[in-house]
């Protein structure tokens, strides 16, 4: 247990950069808030593309809350789905340093939420060292601090601090190039949300089900624009405008269906396969 506690404390703040979701307080775990280093770092950041940093962040659900909803579908977990950790490694530009930092930062939630302790530690493992890559583990460090190591008993409270610790962080965000880092973090872990939903929907022969998948992908439509925007402010980075575009392509698709009973098989099948192409890009 003081292994887990000790990773957990370093690395479960990881998704610091890549979680919106509620702002709600929620006293038992906010209260023992070590004191944090103030960052030195001069605030050069462009006041506009901050702003749509903030609102396309305040207007995504959570991976928390993306991954609990499919959670709900009777679906089994499939470790087959996450990406491979010996991949992290292998990423040698910030770009995809970043994006598979987000993608990690999913399948850490889907893992965590499934209770499998195995493929936790593993992604525990690999978002500390990639962080540590991207040169955000002292951030992360000081604005988790000890909150995971007090709370690792209850994965509830674990999984608020991944809700939460965003919305903590904005002393971090003081430069354009910080700001874009998380951008590209934050795309991620839209990919692999949608990834995760699509490839988890392939075999589902329930009704219900396959009609709550088809609401998911619809429902993306307001937040894929949001981030698009984001993206968008990037015009300089290649890699970003690429990234835009194949998010163009996928967002057109999805917002051609005014309603979510119009999100057929074929509908689904096609849009599912431009997200699942994108996410095997970023990963590859």
């Not at 499934?114 to 992604?123: R, S």
């Not at 690999?126 to 991207?134: G, P, S, Y």
């Not at 874009?180 to 939903?197: I, K, M, P, Q, R």
Request: charged share 25%; net charge neutral.
């Amino acid at each position: 247990m003081k292994k887990i506690n000790q990773l957990l404390a370093l690395s479960i703040g990881v998704v610091v950069l890549a979680c919106g979701g509620s702002k709600e307080e929620h006293q038992d775990i906010t209260d023992s808030l070590p004191a944090v280093v103030k960052d030195t770092t001069p605030i050069t950041v462009n006041e506009e593309t901050k702003f749509k940093f903030d609102f396309a962040i305040a207007n995504i659900p959570s991976p928390v809350g993306m991954i609990n909803e499919i959670s709900n579908w009777g679906v089994d977990y499939n470790s087959s789905l996450l990406n491979d950790p010996k991949k992290s490694s292998s990423y040698n530009n910030e770009f995809i340093k970043a994006a598979t930092l987000g993608i990690y930062n999913i399948d850490l939630s889907y893992a965590m939420l499934n209770n499998k302790g195995e493929d936790v530690m593993k992604l525990l493992k690999t978002t500390m060292v990639q962080a540590d890559a991207l040169g955000l583990k002292g951030a992360v460090d000081q604005m988790v601090g000890k909150r995971a190591e007090q709370n690792i008993s209850n994965r509830d409270s674990l999984l608020k601090i991944l809700d939460e610790i965003f919305v903590k962080s904005d002393s971090y965000l003081r430069t354009n190039e910080r700001v874009y880092t998380a951008s590209v973090l934050f795309a991620g872990t839209w990919v692999e949300g949608l990834y995760l939903t699509c490839k988890l929907a392939e075999n589902v022969t329930d009704a219900a089900v396959k009609e709550k998948a088809h609401k998911h992908v619809w429902d993306q439509r307001f937040y894929l624009e949001n981030l698009m925007n984001l993206i968008a402010e990037y015009k300089t980075k290649k890699e970003a405008m690429d990234l835009n575009a194949e998010l163009k392509t996928i967002h057109t698709e999805i917002n051609a269906i005014k309603d979510p009973k119009e999100m057929d098989d074929a509908k689904f099948k096609s849009i599912s396969a431009k997200i699942i192409a994108l996410r095997e890009k970023l990963v590859k």
